[in-house]
């Protein structure tokens, strides 16, 4: 990401005690999804091995043990359990590690759910979408309402001591009624957590070159949202990142860490790392990554600047004495431009902490790019 203004810049402390977590990115797909710019091949039934064995050789060269490990894609229910299990050996978390691995509904059985929990998952993650079988095909996605439900049954049969569930917003024709069953299927499903995203329209993508219709205006989108985080607590699932809602104490770990700025090692293609505030990536070459002829790419710091962007993703939002101790200061006229977003319920200060209000969050990119 690319800002206007420069802000002055001083490396923040991390204590060696710090939070760290690991990422494995898994690149494939049943099939691709028609709104999905993630990378990922499609059309395949499994993870082939020598891209696990790839992984096992970068993870032999960690140095830490981590505390989150969150397998990711793609999609990682394509993984045996016997190649979790040698992954997450491989890894060695640090006992009580969140250990999350994302799936679809259609991806898993029992059998599968009950090795993965038994690999060391301690919280399973279904691409849910929508409880709409028409919307669901719309998407390109490959399961059906009753699969998820079923999903979800055989995942707390398992005994995954959290369930999430992702849904998407502002789908083409959507109504508050969608929403309304979507989050009805992950309550009953005993979900412990929900991401709910709007419906982003990306470049490259099968939505992008036929755009579906009926999608909703942007203020139609936005009061999509605001009625998705109002249910969304009423249902008891408490807000704390602009699409993350948990029961309390559900929180998820793992990217928290991104967004607190923490430490993190992504390992495979496309997978992005920030180690000692010093950002890396991969590139997007699966086979350059399973023969070892591609290597991370050096991506720049990470500074006050990025502290603050993450920071206001979170519902907690930022807290100036620590934005300052990453070598931050907001100017007069951002203060000015703030004063003006707490006029508007945009934003709020409690004390010397600045945080978005959900009206705020719909709009932040806009807030972010004006104060930046
Ligand atoms: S949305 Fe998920 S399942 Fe669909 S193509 Fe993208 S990564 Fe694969």
């Known amino acids: 990401m690319k800002y206007l203004l420069t802000v002055s810049y001083r490396k923040a402390k991390k204590s060696t005690m710090d939070s760290f977590g690991i990422y494995l990115h898994i690149p494939?797909?049943?099939?691709?999804?028609?709104?999905?710019?993630?990378?990922?091949?499609?059309?395949?039934?499994?993870?082939p091995q020598s891209y696990v064995d790839a992984l096992l050789r970068e993870l032999a060269k960690k140095h830490r043990r981590p505390d989150t490990l969150y397998f990711g894609g793609g999609t990682p229910?394509?993984?045996?359990?016997?190649?979790?299990?040698?992954?997450?050996?491989?890894a060695d978390p640090l006992p009580g590690a969140e250990i999350t691995l994302e799936a679809n509904p259609d991806t898993v059985t029992a059998d599968s759910l009950r090795g993965f929990r038994a690999a060391g998952v301690t919280r399973i993650s279904f691409g849910v979408q929508s409880a709409d079988d028409a919307q669901l095909r719309r998407l390109g996605r490959t399961h059906t309402a009753a699969g998820a439900a079923g999903a979800l049954r055989m995942a707390r049969e398992?005994?995954?001591?959290?369930?999430?569930?992702?849904?998407?917003?502002?789908?083409?024709?959507?109504?508050?009624?969608?929403?309304?069953?979507?989050?009805?299927?992950?309550?009953?499903?005993?979900?412990?957590?929900i991401s709910a995203?709007?419906?982003?329209?990306?470049?490259?993508?099968?939505?992008?070159?036929?755009?579906?219709?009926?999608?909703?205006?942007?203020?139609?989108?936005?009061?999509?949202?605001?009625?998705?985080?109002?249910?969304?607590e009423e249902a008891g699932y408490r807000q704390y990142e602009i699409s993350n809602f948990a029961r309390p104490g559900h929180e998820g770990r793992h990217n928290l860490l991104y967004w607190n700025c923490r430490d993190y090692w992504g390992v495979g293609p496309a997978a992005h790392s920030?180690?000692?505030?010093?950002?890396?990536f991969w590139p997007d070459d699966v086979q350059g990554f399973i023969n070892g002829s591609t290597a991370e790419q050096a991506e720049g710091v990470c500074d006050a600047?990025?502290?603050?962007?993450m920071q206001l993703r979170l519902c907690k939002g930022l807290d100036l004495d620590e934005y300052a101790r990453w070598g931050g200061h907001l100017t007069k006229i951002?203060?000015?431009?703030?004063?003006?977003?707490?006029?508007?319920?945009?934003?709020?200060?409690?004390?010397?902490?600045?945080?978005?209000?959900p009206a705020g969050m719909v709009v932040q990119n806009a807030i972010l790019e004006a104060l930046i």
């Not at 229910?77 to 050996?89: E, F, K, N, Y």
């Not at 920030?274 to 890396?280: F, G, H, I, K």
């Open 197 to 232: 995203y709007l419906l982003k329209i990306e470049p490259g993508t099968a939505f992008a070159r036929f755009p579906p219709e009926g999608l909703p205006t942007p203020d139609q989108a936005a009061d999509f949202y605001l009625y998705a985080v109002r249910r969304l």
């Open 28 to 47: 494939y797909c049943k099939s691709k999804c028609r709104y999905c710019d993630f990378y990922s091949a499609p059309g395949a039934r499994g993870v």
């Open 158 to 193: 398992a005994g995954f001591p959290e369930i999430c569930g992702d849904i998407m917003l502002a789908l083409p024709h959507y109504t508050n009624e969608e929403f309304d069953a979507t989050l009805h299927l992950l309550r009953e499903g005993g979900c412990t957590h």
């Open 274 to 280: 920030c180690l000692n505030n010093r950002r890396s």
């Open 334 to 357: 951002q203060m000015d431009f703030l004063r003006h977003c707490v006029a508007a319920g945009y934003a709020a200060f409690e004390g010397n902490v600045l945080r978005l209000t």
């Open 305 to 309: 600047e990025d502290f603050l962007l």
């Open 77 to 90: 229910a394509l993984l045996s359990p016997t190649q979790v299990d040698r992954l997450v050996r491989a």
